[in-house]
């Protein structure tokens, strides 16, 4: 009953529409994303027609071919190396179904299909995607698509504000704790400042270098998608947000806006001043300007869903522990997403991840190094 089609090329004004038609499109699927400047990358396109040659699924896939060593030069040529093992094909809040309930595996299956094709002919190692976060429609026979087709699911989570509410409503919602922090930087009089000028968005992205390096990331030129973030800035898909004190930027912000929803993309702190109240303020006036433009939703995004194996349960501490006690602050309701992995090549995948690890481990060293340094 369907077909699809897989394409490395699509007419953009079209994509874009069609994603329209879906409540929970997000930005991550359209061609803004998906088509970078990177050589290591391309994307791949699939469509998926009815009998009648309607539009009933879409989902953009990017192809990694080498991925990037982070931690230093050395580990960069490691990875590049490994990375001659095979291809990366992920996605980000897809696949896009346009129809009801009753249709979706269907048309899901034949994705399936579509991806092993996409697997075969990109020389993937291992394929990996997340669902879209707003789909009201994920249930378990969703998910069981995916592990008869070998795919590995790891629970998501994140957190969405319905804007419709009245901003003395979204302000309640707000923790206490939030709702200091926020007054306590007007009280400073820190200055937030929606980015206009290309000169302020370079001032962004330096930061983000500058950010970067509390997580042991090395980048080398970090205005490579400078003219990029600007072309998506004026045509209104991207927001920037700057925190500033006596001149000095604080913390930033990216909101990334699609289908009347917007995403919290990016956030960076300068950590020049530690415990200042620059990102929940940038936070609060993010929230404001999307209700203030006419938005439906705001996602703060999320994470890895809790792990119930005490084993992980440090790790997970770790790595999610702060970071999802912080978007809780802001009221939104939980809405669970699912994160689908597949290796196809389990031996080359399994090189890979040992050829990496020094970057991993020097990572995690310089990350643990500069909070020593910061306290």
Known sequence: MYKFEILKKVDKKKWNEDLLKCDYSTFFQTVEFLCTNDSDKYPIFIYIYDEKGETKGQLGITIVKTKKGYATSSSKKIIQLASKLGNRGTWISGPIIHSNKKSRIEILQTFLKALDVVIKENNLMIIDGYSPPQDPLLDNNYKTEF?????????????????????????????????????????????????????????????????????GIEIKNPLVNLE????????????????????????????????????????????????????????????????????????????????????????????????????????????????????????????????????????????????????
């Open 228 to 375: 990029k973030d600007w072309q998506d800035l004026q045509n209104n898909i991207q927001k920037f947000f700057l925190a500033l004190k006596d001149d000095e930027i604080l913390a930033a912000l990216r909101i990334v806006c699609f289908n009347k929803i917007a995403y919290t993309h990016q956030v960076l702190n300068s950590y020049s001043k530690p415990g200042n109240p620059g990102g929940p303020l940038l936070t609060w006036n993010a929230i404001k300007w999307a209700k203030d433009s006419g938005l439906k939703i705001f996602d703060f995004s999320g994470g890895e869903a809790h792990k119930k194996s005490m084993q992980d349960a440090k790790r997970y501490s770790e790595q999610w522990g702060s970071l999802l006690s912080y978007k809780r602050k802001w009221g939104g309701q939980e809405f669970p997403y699912y994160h689908f992995i597949k290796v196809k090549n389990k031996k080359s995948y399994k090189l890979f991840r040992i050829l990496s690890t020094p970057d991993r481990i020097l990572r995690n060293y310089k990350k643990k190094h500069f909070r020593r340094q910061s306290k």
């Open 147 to 215: 592990k008869k087709n070998s795919y590995v699911i790891e629970d998501f989570l994140t957190f969405v504000t319905d804007l419709n509410q009245s901003i003395d409503t979204l302000w309640k919602n707000v923790k206490k704790n939030a709702r200091n922090d926020i007054t306590k930087g007007e009280r400073e009089k820190i200055e937030i400042k929606e980015i206009q000028t290309k000169k302020d968005l370079e001032k962004f992205e330096l930061l983000a270098k500058q950010w970067a390096k509390t997580k």
